[in-house]
């Protein structure tokens, strides 16, 4: 009989693989969690494998976008095995270590960034039922592991014994830790709407996507995923204008590319998440919940949607400029921290007197349009501070004292005569 990958799929998402495997080995105490690792193993594999493609993806989408050709060397005229290349490329150079270097802390923030960006991804639905764990606090969970990359940065500033690398780990924890809070804060919205901080719990209460119901709370946290991943305009933990590389610029080989593996494995879960909590997860029309292919078409669904966030990523940076550490952490704490905490105050309020009888469209109607009026208040008072400066300005201007006025011919630097 042939081998079907469609039937395999199939019967991997409906977890028969599995069943098999615990028919043939029994009711050891090994099985499960060898199980267990098995799904680790193709979690983690399928996550490293995607980032290859996503790669390329980007690189042909900000080519198109600059009107160049993009990767074109290797795999043809679409260049599809460049970063194949690339990666063979990584593996068999040298390793060098700084003379300086603490050993053990070089070698472990490449290991550190990459296993905490993996670790994300135990608590994301792919499809109906297929999840790593099922959590009940796994919105929780994100955010103590997403927190624990700081730790890596940190380690491999200071583990260079390089300033340039040490200014940029400093950079890199003032900005992860700056944003963590609007983050923190614009989740609580949907889990305060969901009442629930499990992710299957989240999808499940989407009868309307949360993106209708709290839009101000979805683009506050894809703001802040810009930021906590280092992508443009918030790529400050790489400046190379302005700080060589930062927190790696010592690092070369495999484990400067473990650097930027564990990026681009982030940003994708940053999207994956994004879809989970914002845009329905698997959730399509009730299409999922066909009895054969509902699973396979929850994936598809589910990948669509993460696929179709993480484009908004690359169009993000391939559109702005990069903003300054000032710049960054002034919108921050004076404009994002402020608006969100009325934003998710206003939210708990309006959530807690709602009647039941509104049913889920007339609840996500009033939601919506409180943040309809919450943008217009906004946007009024930023209006009328910029009113007042520009008028500050001009009277600062008009009352100046005039320059004095010097001869064409003169010595502008003489001492004047008494």
């Known amino acids: 009989m042939p081998f079907n990958i469609l039937d395999f799929l199939v019967s991997l998402l409906q977890l028969k693989t599995f069943d098999y495997l615990r028919a043939v080995w029994g009711d050891k105490p090994w099985v499960e969690p060898v ?31 600059q009107d160049r050709i993009g990767p ?22 040298e390793d060098v270590r700084p003379s300086g270097a603490d050993a053990v802390a070089y070698n472990l923030a490449p290991l550190l960034v990459v296993i905490t960006a993996l670790l994300l991804w135990a608590v994301v639905p792919f499809a109906p039922g297929v ?14 592991i997403s927190s624990a990359s700081v730790v890596s940065l940190l380690l491999a500033g200071w583990g260079s014994n390089n300033k340039y690398a040490l200014l940029g780990a400093f950079r890199s924890v003032a900005q992860l830790v700056s944003y963590e809070v609007p983050m923190v804060l614009s989740l609580i919205v949907p889990i305060l709407l969901a009442r629930s901080m499990s992710t299957q719990d989240i999808i499940a209460s989407q009868t309307v996507p949360f993106l209708i119901v709290a839009p101000l709370s979805a683009i506050i946290f894809f703001i802040s995923s810009l930021a906590e991943t280092g992508r443009t305009p918030f790529d400050l933990l790489e400046a190379e204008s302005e700080i060589v590389a930062g927190f790696h610029v010592e690092y070369g080989g495999m484990k400067f590319g473990m650097f930027f593996l564990a990026e681009f494995v982030s940003t994708l879960f940053m999207s994956a998440l994004f879809a989970t909590i914002y845009l329905g997860g698997w959730r399509l029309f009730g299409l999922e919940r ?46 994002l921290v402020p608006f969100v905490l009325i934003l998710l105050l206003a939210t708990a309020l309006l959530d807690k007197f709602i009647p039941e009888t509104m049913g ?26 910029a009113r007042r400066q520009r008028a500050a300005q001009e009277a ?23």
Not at 72 to 85: E, H, I, S
Request: glycine share 8%; aromatic share 12%.
């Open 72 to 93: 074109n060397r290797v795999g043809g005229k679409f260049g599809l095995l460049q970063t194949v290349a690339d990666v063979m490329k990584l593996l068999t150079k």
């Open 396 to 418: 600062g201007r008009m009352g100046a004292p005039a320059e004095p006025e010097v001869e064409p011919h003169a010595d502008p630097h003489a001492v004047p005569a008494h």
């Open 290 to 335: 066909q009895a054969d292919w509902g699973r396979l078409i929850g994936l598809v669904v589910f990948f669509a949607k993460t696929f179709l966030v993480y484009f908004v990523y690359i169009w993000i940076r391939g559109t702005l400029p990069r903003v300054r550490i000032d710049q960054l952490l002034k919108f921050n704490w004076k404009f």
């Open 360 to 385: 889920d469209w007339g609840r996500a109607g009033i939601h919506l349009l409180m943040n309809l009026v919450l943008v217009a208040g906004t946007l009024q008072i930023l209006s009328s501070n």
């Open 35 to 65: 199980l267990d690792l098995i799904g680790v193993l193709i979690v983690s594999t399928f996550c490293l494998l995607i980032v290859i493609f996503l790669i390329w993806l980007e690189r042909k989408i900000i080519a198109r976008m």
């Open 131 to 144: 999840i790593g764990v099922d959590l009940n606090i796994g919105i929780f969970y994100v955010l103590a």
